[in-house]
């Protein structure tokens, strides 16, 4: 009953925004753009706009990320397809109107930005909250992950706020260089996750096999796919115009040194090729690239990419095993080495690729962003161990009217 | 022997229309554009080409909808797969080079659009043919969805031209407000479909279940994420370029309210969550929101995809199988539930949401859409049931080579 | 031990690539561009960026196209979906940075392209790389997909060279119409694959089935739509900005012609529709028109889709088992059907389409492609041949770490 009043809670919420000051202010913003398209008479707005207008396109590309990307990667669990997907639907729906919603509010920092960078920093929470949604796949109610959507986001707005935004004058504006979110969206999702996990793991579950089989591989290796493919724009989403090839570039550099790297360790360590390490492993270039990724030269983003697809792999192949073991948590997508180890990586791969950079608030950036992610995420799996468990993880049919 | 006629006179009427007159027009056009090209020296050209290229994406994304959203989506027929993909390529194939041709021929109006306005426009009469291809899916043999598409674009194009062309000066021009095609798109292509299913279902069909399983529900929901991450360019394909980023916000704020609700009301009605209403009723908030996708505010298509959601969950959830009865017809896709009322819906929102809107224009635009729709549909279904029928419905192996 | 060296040698050999004078090359070239933004003072400079820009995005359609579309159109045989995605990911991974880095060093012609259209050219070396790993499909070892890139990138960009660099002044400058490709990428890939094949296809392989399945058949139909969708991009990849959307109207008409005429000829010629047939005759128009993808009218476009399309049909259900049989070989995806024949007609159609071609400019070219691709593809085959072979052809099991 107390879960079925916090279902209802989350509409009627959206319904107070909707028509509360916070709505108002949006609507303002509404009417203001209306008037600036009258206004638009002369050729400088109309270069905007086209600037504009192709932001728009890295916008749509991230979205094919978060839902079919993420949403297909995490398929990989044989009997756990719907859900997976059906969670990703509530997630990104959840997280982009709150981040927009509390955007507005004006409650982390009073800059204004421009609607089309509002969506795109909307789907970069996105992307972190679904990231920490990985590490406990398969473990939450449905209605469960969309409470996990509404504790993550005011974090993360908080985190950002201050590696971006100087909030509280912790990291001088400017001085954090995290382009692509290496630190900011990846390390930050993947440890707000482990402590989710944490929290929240039970005997039950290590005893529990995540399986996959043939035509689960094959889902996850097209979510795979689509992340690769669209990386580029995730990573040049709010890069100037003029740098946005240059960035595409490094990313396709990195990801294809991680691919190959990730092919050759795979082999190497476990003597056969491993789907799952294929489908996360590869994307870790595109990880670590993050924070440099228009700075970089192409020799460092390859680099880059094999340095960081190795880490991954040796994750996924040798460390997740005894990690889980030794911090007594399950995390179901190995977001850990696919996102954490990787993300961190790429901020630190700043020091060396960027000339004259401020060391301290780097460093300061990472060490907080690690702080916030580890606390809020364990007082996040805390509230929701009080909502109830699951009886059986990773199947459909608890919560799906089907029986196969 | 009389349908064999019919196949073969799908493809000499293309050559023909390749040799003739409406082709001499649209090589005319050609050339004309490559003289502009050649005369493309000062600024303002450039500006406009690449305003106009922008457009080309949005198309583009328009066209994955149509082949891999609609497509995919209509794959949750268990063993009618590889059918469902075929008529899909079918269909959209027919349905753009006759759009075009007949729009060159001038039949419909003699205003010029032009090349990428024409493409898009023809995009736009192809999603509708597919709605309609889903109220029968299933039920068609290969052959009769080319018919249908035949059949099916010149009632679109009247419509279309009485709504926006100002045709027969039924509909003041410029007065029907309906940008994203809640009414001439998705309501007609729906309404078609109910018409075409009246004329054609029989009692057999009554009997037969239509299976879905494990790994069609996969496919569908890949369809359904594909269609949800496009819209936005759906919707704002032909809106000016300074609206294209707060329409898109628009358009998916709708759609993660339509996603939310889906969920709350389908485990409420059902007690259990079911696929196929996340994968269709999700999408209802991208129906809904058509018509006023670049004039609401946040808050407002926050509001109207949370209804349309709702609408369409009941629809799918307590309607359909009573209306199915009541009406003696099988609507295989749901399209009823899903562009049907949604679509009708947001037509009429615009009465609430536009000040100052001319309601007589837009009630008659309404009235006169579900008229013509109805009885386009009903004479095709009548014309198709004519060409013989399946002998088992919903399977692929009465026309492909296989045995699985 | 040998295998084992050689695949530890192609990491290392990008390590050194990163730190040799040929990275430093390419080092420099983004310290000019990160010069050339500082000094972005002026409107042109902005136009040209957003042209640029534009051009980004027919990019990342590529991208979709390698990956996605060429990676899971070779999904269908069934035992072989995760090797068919990893090999995808690794030729992909091998090729792009190879290209460039070739590219960089000069060796093929000293004339300098932006970085966008580096990046466009790379993809395209990789598509025709990837239609040659089609013809060998499921015989290689893993790693032997790696080393076939090694092998094929330099003999592609030395027929690119000759082709469209006036190089060794064998084809004049500019008199070889080839813009989207069909001789160049996809006649070049499929001729080279087919040499591979005729030195590699064992007795074994004659025996053994390439089997299908209800959901191999539904991924491959996946593939091939995501090549459909975005092959406009494709051949528009490089078009200037005033032709894209006329380049893409083309396209599409004639994906469209063959689309419909391959669901005629696969009803007519084999009694049943055969999904094979309908995933990849279907883009013989694709293939076809590539060549006067820009020139062509509507109606041409049209005639060129249904032509091609017919004949890659009758090359599927007629001339393949008959040729494997003449020619001793395998050719496990159907290339020579599918890119080999549609892309030469693609080639000799420009004969027709365009007024005052060069003819003997235009016969050398397609010649000279046919006798580098043929000689290429033996030798490297044969290289391949030395290297080992696998026990059973078209499982995963033999390199995966799994049993199903």
Same mark, same amino acid.
């Given at each position: 009953?107390?879960?079925?009043?916090?279902?209802?809670?989350?509409?009627?919420?959206?319904?107070?925004?909707?028509?509360?000051?916070?709505?108002?202010?949006?609507?303002?913003?509404?009417?203001?753009?209306?008037?600036?398209?009258?206004?638009?008479?002369? @050729? @400088?707005?109309?270069?905007?706009?086209?600037?504009?207008?192709?932001?728009?396109?890295?916008?749509?590309?991230? @979205?094919?990320?978060?839902?079919?990307?993420?949403?297909?990667?995490?398929?990989?669990?044989?009997?756990?397809?719907?859900?997976?997907?059906?969670?990703?639907?509530?997630?990104?729906?959840?997280?982009?109107?709150?981040?927009?919603?509390? @955007?507005?509010?004006?409650?982390?920092?009073?800059?204004?930005?421009?609607?089309?960078?509002?969506?795109?920093?909307?789907?970069?929470?996105?992307?972190?909250?679904?990231?920490?949604?990985?590490?406990?796949?398969?473990?939450?109610?449905?209605?469960?992950?969309?409470?996990?959507?509404?504790?993550?986001?005011?974090?993360?707005?908080?985190?950002?706020?201050?590696?971006?935004?100087?909030?509280?004058?912790?990291?001088?504006?400017?001085?954090?260089?995290?382009?692509?979110?290496?630190?900011?969206?990846?390390?930050?999702?993947?440890?707000?996750?482990?402590?989710?996990?944490?929290?929240?793991?039970?005997?039950?579950?290590?005893?529990?096999?995540?399986?996959a089989d043939f035509t689960s591989d094959r889902f996850s290796l097209l979510g795979s796919m689509i992340l690769w493919v669209f990386w580029p724009s995730f990573c040049a989403a709010l890069v100037p115009l003029a740098e946005v090839a240059h960035t595409a570039i490094n990313v396709i550099l990195a990801l294809s040194g991680a691919t190959i790297i990730t092919y050759l360790f795979t082999t190497w360590l476990r003597g056969k090729i491993d789907a799952a390490d294929i489908a996360n492993a590869s994307l870790a270039g595109g990880v670590a690239i993050g924070s440099v990724c228009n700075t970089a030269s192409p020799a460092e983003a390859i680099v880059i990419g094999l340095v960081a697809g190795a880490i991954s792999t040796m994750g996924f192949a040798l460390v997740q095993s005894r990690l889980e073991k030794g911090l007594k948590l399950i995390d179901t997508c190995g977001v850990s080495n696919l996102h954490g180890i990787p993300g961190l990586f790429g901020g630190l791969a700043a020091l060396v690729v960027i000339p004259n950079i401020n060391v301290s608030a780097q460093l300061t950036g990472i060490g907080l962003t690690i702080g916030i992610a580890i606390i809020a995420g364990l007082v996040s799996g805390k509230i929701l161990s009080f909502t109830g468990k699951r009886k059986t993880p990773y199947v459909d049919n608890e919560e799906f009217g089907v029986d196969d």
């Amino acid at each position: 009953m107390n879960k079925l009043n916090l279902k209802w809670i989350l509409p009627l919420l959206f319904l107070f925004l909707a028509i509360s000051p916070i709505g108002a202010i949006a609507q303002e913003n509404a009417a203001e753009a209306a008037t600036e398209v009258v206004a638009q008479t002369n @050729m @400088m707005d109309t270069i905007q706009h086209l600037s504009d207008g192709q932001k728009y396109y890295r916008a749509i590309h991230i @979205m094919a990320m978060l839902l079919l990307g993420f949403g297909f990667l995490m398929v990989f669990v044989r009997k756990y397809g719907r859900s997976a997907i059906t969670a990703t639907f509530l997630l990104v729906s959840v997280s982009i109107p709150a981040y927009i919603l509390l @955007m507005n509010s004006g409650i982390f920092g009073t800059e204004k930005v421009s609607e089309i960078d509002g969506l795109i920093l909307s789907e970069f929470a996105a992307a972190s909250l679904l990231i920490t949604a990985g590490a406990v796949l398969g473990r939450l109610k449905m209605w469960q992950y969309i409470l996990l959507g509404v504790l993550f986001i005011p974090a993360y707005m908080l985190n950002e706020y201050i590696m971006l935004g100087d909030g509280f004058g912790l990291v001088q504006s400017g001085s954090f260089i995290d382009v692509g979110g290496s630190i900011v969206i990846h390390a930050f999702g993947a440890i707000f996750g482990i402590g989710v996990a944490i929290s929240m793991t039970t005997k039950d579950e290590f005893n529990t096999e995540i399986e996959a089989d043939f035509t689960s591989d094959r889902f996850s290796l097209l979510g795979s796919m689509i992340l690769w493919v669209f990386w580029p724009s995730f990573c040049a989403a709010l890069v100037p115009l003029a740098e946005v090839a240059h960035t595409a570039i490094n990313v396709i550099l990195a990801l294809s040194g991680a691919t190959i790297i990730t092919y050759l360790f795979t082999t190497w360590l476990r003597g056969k090729i491993d789907a799952a390490d294929i489908a996360n492993a590869s994307l870790a270039g595109g990880v670590a690239i993050g924070s440099v990724c228009n700075t970089a030269s192409p020799a460092e983003a390859i680099v880059i990419g094999l340095v960081a697809g190795a880490i991954s792999t040796m994750g996924f192949a040798l460390v997740q095993s005894r990690l889980e073991k030794g911090l007594k948590l399950i995390d179901t997508c190995g977001v850990s080495n696919l996102h954490g180890i990787p993300g961190l990586f790429g901020g630190l791969a700043a020091l060396v690729v960027i000339p004259n950079i401020n060391v301290s608030a780097q460093l300061t950036g990472i060490g907080l962003t690690i702080g916030i992610a580890i606390i809020a995420g364990l007082v996040s799996g805390k509230i929701l161990s009080f909502t109830g468990k699951r009886k059986t993880p990773y199947v459909d049919n608890e919560e799906f009217g089907v029986d196969d």
